[in-house]
């Protein structure tokens, strides 16, 4: 036995009343050409007949119809709640990926995604540069006012580079409180205003601790390049005006060899 509908139930009754007209319709119609009468248990016949086939027939025919129809209804919507758990899944992994290119502290790229996208700039025509800003007595920062105070000097200074570069600039923290940026595009004279423009700006950033501003610097070495370049060769000479800042007093700049900035914050 299997349970129908009400809908196949009377879409079966139908058929089923359809069946016995055109049943009896026949005998009383055919039955006196061949010169016989229509009634008694030939007439009976024609209409219990229809009954006893059509209504259980046209019920399961119906039956399987309605069972086709609410399986395809359910495999299509099964094939849209798919197709939202990929675009889903898809969004995961992408936003996954993207995560895992990302400093969580400062939201600049990792030392990882950072090389591997200069490594991708170094063939380029144009010329670029690569500048290298450490924060200065970081672990004093530490030490003083605590890690935490530590980690909001770095997304300070992650901030700061952010609102300084252009479009088809990026960055990334490459270490504990050493920030990288490739300017793409940038001559000497551009490298030397977005250095001195973000050693500016964090020397003037305000971290107020308990009545006690926290004092915030960075020093910065550039190399410029003026089309192709070696990545390696390139930030070991970013790294050595680095140095060279650090050991001239911190807080300034040195670009291909020569110090630039100055005073001290």
Same mark, same amino acid.
């Given at each position: 036995?299997?349970?129908?509908?009400?809908?196949?139930?009377?879409? !079966? #009754?139908?058929?089923?009343?359809?069946?016995?007209?055109?049943?009896?319709?026949?005998?009383?119609?055919?039955?006196?050409?061949?010169?016989?009468?229509?009634?008694g248990?030939?007439?009976w016949m024609?209409?219990?007949c229809? &009954?006893?086939?059509?209504a259980?027939?046209s %019920?399961? $025919?119906?039956? $399987?119809?309605?069972?086709?129809?609410? $399986?395809?209804?359910?495999?299509?919507?099964?094939?849209?709640?798919?197709?939202?758990?990929?675009? +889903?899944?898809? !969004?995961?992994?992408?936003?996954?990926?993207?995560?895992?290119?990302?400093?969580?502290?400062?939201?600049?790229?990792?030392?990882?995604?950072?090389?591997?996208a200069?490594?991708?700039?170094?063939?380029?025509?144009?010329?670029? %540069?690569?500048?290298? /800003?450490?924060?200065?007595?970081?672990?004093?920062?530490?030490?003083?006012?605590?890690?935490?105070?530590?980690? *909001? !000097?770095?997304?300070?200074?992650?901030?700061?580079?952010?609102?300084? &570069?252009?479009?088809?600039?990026?960055?990334?923290?490459?270490?504990? *409180?050493?920030?990288?940026?490739?300017?793409?595009?940038?001559?000497?004279?551009?490298?030397?205003?977005?250095? +001195? /423009?973000?050693?500016?700006?964090?020397?003037?950033?305000?971290?107020?601790? *308990?009545?006690?501003?926290v004092?915030?610097?960075?020093?910065?070495? !550039?190399?410029?390049?003026?089309?192709?370049?070696?990545?390696? *060769?390139?930030?070991?000479? %970013?790294? +050595?005006?680095?140095?060279?800042?650090?050991?001239?007093?911190?807080?300034?700049?040195?670009?291909?060899g020569? +110090?630039?900035?100055t005073?001290? #914050?």
């Amino acid at each position: 036995m299997f349970k129908i509908s009400r809908k196949t139930a009377t879409k !079966a #009754a139908i058929v089923t009343a359809l069946s016995v007209a055109a049943s009896v319709s026949i005998v009383l119609l055919l039955v006196p050409m061949l010169g016989g009468h229509p009634d008694g248990p030939g007439f009976w016949m024609s209409v219990l007949c229809p &009954l006893v086939i059509a209504a259980p027939g046209s %019920a399961w $025919q119906f039956h $399987q119809k309605e069972t086709i129809e609410r $399986q395809r209804d359910e495999i299509a919507r099964m094939h849209v709640e798919l197709e939202d758990m990929h675009a +889903e899944l898809s !969004a995961l992994h992408e936003d996954l990926k993207q995560r895992s290119q990302i400093d969580s502290l400062t939201g600049g790229l990792n030392r990882e995604t950072f090389f591997a996208a200069l490594d991708a700039a170094a063939s380029g025509s144009r010329p670029s %540069a690569l500048l290298i /800003a450490d924060a200065d007595h970081f672990k004093k920062i530490n030490d003083t006012f605590g890690h935490l105070v530590g980690d *909001e !000097a770095l997304r300070v200074i992650g901030r700061t580079i952010a609102a300084t &570069l252009g479009p088809r600039d990026f960055w990334g923290r490459i270490g504990g *409180e050493e920030f990288v940026l490739f300017l793409d595009g940038a001559d000497r004279a551009r490298a030397l205003a977005v250095a +001195e /423009a973000l050693r500016r700006a964090v020397a003037g950033s305000r971290i107020v601790v *308990e009545g006690v501003c926290v004092p915030l610097s960075v020093s910065i070495g !550039a190399r410029c390049s003026s089309g192709r370049f070696d990545p390696t *060769e390139l930030f070991r000479r %970013a790294d +050595e005006d680095l140095y060279r800042a650090k050991k001239a007093g911190r807080n300034r700049i040195v670009i291909d060899g020569e +110090e630039a900035g100055t005073v001290v #914050a």
